[in-house]
């Protein structure tokens, strides 16, 4: 079935595709070096630790600029903004193919996240502003499940292609940006309603850090403990790298089948019901993978915590859409910003727990959803 539309022109159909499939590219383009750090060591003539800076370097200016991205592009135009920086994507993955050092390649890299960051918080609020708002949370399900596929095939095509080349992975990405800019988004809102500049105190307000807070907590203590669920499978079940790999992937694969399923759920009994639906799942999960004494079983219950991540993320997303009219893509840029900088926190923190006590490790990050979400989720705005 196809994504939600309302009746419109063809090319704003079109569109309005195009919305859901630049909600794929930025996480696609994310992990597409994941499954090749070996051959791009081999290119680069270094290890492959080394060649792992390449994530590093997309995600840090990713985060970093999101912080301010989504007003800018709020000040703009959405529309010219995506745009830009869909070019931005292309050139830079052009250069990312060619790059004969690993200095260009990671320079290109960097430069590859700070224009994913003027996409991702913009095509969010540009979805918000083409659907009828008690479809919202059905359209967020379709972008979340789009972002999942991103996530979840690029290790595998970058995989692929690095058997033949890396580089070819590039030259697909350029490709897929290239269409992107041709097909762009929807229309602005009308001049009249672009007169105020929004400003990044709207997009900072004590409501939207606090779903930040709450949208770092939901994601880095369920689908953030990716690293923590490889452990146990290792050092427990003697798993090894291929089948843990496998087991993961469930996560994602379940957040994809059931992220319009979610999203019409949203709709039905608000965002913020759905986040606290989404904590309480995710704190069965968390407790259940660290308990589970069987690997399928804990297949199983990993693939339960896509289903809580979709509840927490989409549900956030549906509300702080709402917090600040005059600048949603500013308000969600921060959101996203505050989401993976608590992602980036979640191996550091709970890590060294596990290590001293496995079970508290998983317990850590149960008591922080029972706790954090429902004492820091701001209430729910209706328009």
């Known amino acids: 079935m196809d994504p939600p539309l309302t009746r419109a022109s063809p090319r704003t159909r079109l569109a309005r595709a195009g919305l859901y499939a630049g909600a794929a590219l930025g996480p696609f383009g994310g992990g597409i070096t994941v499954a090749m750090l070996p051959e791009l060591g081999a290119s680069f003539d270094v290890s492959g630790a080394t060649a792992s800076l390449s994530i590093t370097a997309y995600t840090a200016p990713f985060a970093a600029v999101m ?109 897929v940006a290239a269409l992107l800019a041709v097909i762009g988004v929807p229309s602005d809102k009308p001049v009249g309603q672009l007169a105020a500049r929004p400003s990044l105190r709207t997009a900072w307000q004590p409501s939207v850090l606090r779903a930040g807070v709450v949208a770092a907590v939901g994601w880095g203590c369920i689908s953030g403990l990716n690293f923590l669920v490889a452990l146990r499978l290792e050092e427990e079940f003697g798993v090894g790298a291929g089948a843990r790999g496998l087991l993961l992937t469930s996560l994602g694969v379940a957040g994809l089948l059931t992220a319009r399923l979610v999203g019409g759920g949203i709709d039905r009994i608000g965002a913020r019901r759905s986040v606290l639906l989404g904590s309480g799942l995710g704190v069965l999960v968390v407790i259940g993978v660290g308990l589970a004494p069987t690997v399928w079983l804990i297949g199983i219950v990993w693939a339960v915590g896509g289903v809580a991540t979709q509840f927490v993320l989409v549900g956030v997303n549906a509300m702080v859409l709402r917090l600040a009219p005059e600048n949603t893509g500013g308000t969600m840029s921060t959101v996203q910003a505050v989401r993976f900088s608590g992602a980036a926190l979640s191996p550091v923190v709970i890590t060294p727990v596990y290590h001293a006590e496995p079970l508290a490790g998983f317990l850590l990050p149960a008591v922080l959803l029972a706790v954090a979400v429902p004492t820091l989720i701001p209430p729910e705005r209706r328009t």
């Not at 690993?102 to 224009?115: D, E, I, K, S, V």
Request: some cysteine; hydrophobic content about 55%.
């Open 67 to 175: 912080l301010v991205s989504g007003t800018l592009g709020e000040r703009w135009g959405r529309r010219r903004t995506v745009t830009l920086a869909y070019v931005a994507y292309l050139i830079t993955s052009v250069v990312c193919l060619l790059a004969p050092t690993l200095p260009l390649f990671l320079a290109a890299r960097a430069l590859q996240g700070a224009a994913n960051a003027f996409t991702t918080p913009l095509l969010l609020a540009a979805l918000a502003s083409s659907v009828p708002a008690g479809r919202l949370g059905r359209a967020l399900g379709w972008f979340g499940s789009m972002q999942a596929v991103g996530q979840t095939s690029a290790p595998l095509i970058g995989g692929l292609a690095a058997e033949v080349d890396w580089r070819i992975a590039f030259a697909g990405v350029a490709v």
